[in-house]
C-alpha cells in the first residue's frame, strides 16, 4: 500500500482530516528527513509507519483540542527536525509558523523542507529561548506557542510564555503521568503571567500515551523573565 494512503488511514482513525495533497506533503518530507538523517543526526525514529504515528499523528493532534484552523501566528520553540511545526503548517496553511531553534544545522534542514515544498508564511529562527524570549521581534507575539520534547513544564514555561500575546495560549505537547510535572510547575506559569487552563490526556494508536497541556496567557510576563541562558533549566522557577 503507498504510503499516502497509509497516513491518510492512520489520520482518519485520530479524527484527524488530511486531504491527498496534505499526504503528498507529508510523505515528500519524511523522505527528505530520511535522506538528511543518513548526515546528521534529525530523528531516532525512521520506520514509516512510526514515523506517521509518533511525528506527524502526534504533531496534528492538537487539533483535537484547540481550534486550530485560522490564521493564528504560531511560534514552535525547540522544533529540531520540524516537530510539530511543519506538519501543522502543511495541514493547516493558514497558520503562520515561526520554527525555532538553538541548533542551526537543523533549521538550515527545514530551510530545505520549506523551499522543496514551496511553504509560505512560514520562517526559522535561530537562537535561544532565553535570548529570543528578551527581543523585541519576538515578544508577547505570537496567539500560539507549540511545543514538544523540549524541557520540563516549569523551565518550558519559562521558555515559551514570554512568546505569548495575552489572551493567547501556550500548548505543551507531553507524555502522561504528568501529576507531579504539573504541581511543580503551578507557581511558575503563574509568575509569567499564565493559568493552567487544562490538561488533557489522550492516546496514539490506542497504546502509546500522550497528553495537552494548555496553559493562557493572563497578563503580560515581567521583564525579570525569561532569565539569562541555561538559568531557567538549572534552576526552574518554583
Ligand atoms: C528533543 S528535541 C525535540 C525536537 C522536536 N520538538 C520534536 O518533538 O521532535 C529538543 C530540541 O529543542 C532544542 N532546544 C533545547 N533547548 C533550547 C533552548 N533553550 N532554546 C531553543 N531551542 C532549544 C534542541 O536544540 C532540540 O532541537
Redo the contacts with the bound molecule.
Keep these: 500500500m503507498d504510503k499516502e494512503v497509509r497516513l491518510l488511514e492512520e489520520a482518519n482513525k485520530q479524527s484527524i482530516a488530511i486531504s491527498k495533497e496534505q499526504a503528498v506533503q507529508l510523505v515528500q518530507y519524511y523522505e527528505m528527513m530520511i535522506e538528511k538523517n543518513k548526515v546528521m543526526n534529525l530523528?531516532a525514529i525512521t520506520d514509516f509507519e512510526e514515523v506517521v504515528t509518533k511525528?506527524f499523528i502526534d504533531s496534528l493532534s492538537i487539533v483535537n483540542i484547540y481550534d486550530i484552523d485560522r490564521p493564528l501566528s504560531v511560534i514552535d520553540?525547540?522544533?529540531?527536525?520540524g516537530?510539530?511545526g511543519i506538519p501543522l503548517k502543511i495541514v493547516f496553511p493558514r497558520l503562520k509558523i515561526t520554527l525555532?531553534?538553538?541548533?542551526n544545522k537543523?533549521l538550515n534542514f527545514l530551510d530545505e523542507v520549506i523551499s522543496e515544498l514551496n511553504l509560505k508564511d512560514i520562517g526559522t529562527v535561530h537562537?535561544?529561548?532565553?535570548d529570543l524570549g528578551r527581543n523585541n521581534l519576538y515578544r508577547e507575539k505570537y496567539d500560539l506557542c507549540v511545543?514538544?520534547?523540549?524541557?520540563n513544564l516549569s523551565t518550558l514555561s519559562e521558555?515559551c510564555l514570554p512568546f505569548v500575546k495575552v489572551g493567547g495560549v501556550f500548548v505543551s505537547y507531553k507524555g502522561v503521568n504528568l501529576k507531579e510535572e504539573l504541581d511543580a510547575a503551578q507557581n511558575a506559569v503563574k509568575r509569567l503571567g499564565g493559568n493552567i487552563k487544562g490538561y488533557k490526556e489522550f492516546s496514539l494508536n490506542e497504546t502509546i500515551g500522550r497528553s495537552f497541556v494548555v496553559i493562557e496567557k493572563t497578563g503580560n510576563t515581567s521583564t525579570k523573565y525569561p532569565r539569562t541562558a541555561g538559568k531557567p533549566s538549572k534552576e526552574p522557577l518554583s
Design positions: 530523528t511525528h520553540v525547540g522544533t529540531g527536525a516537530f510539530p525555532m531553534d538553538s541548533l537543523r537562537g535561544r529561548a532565553e511545543s514538544r520534547a523540549v524541557a521558555y
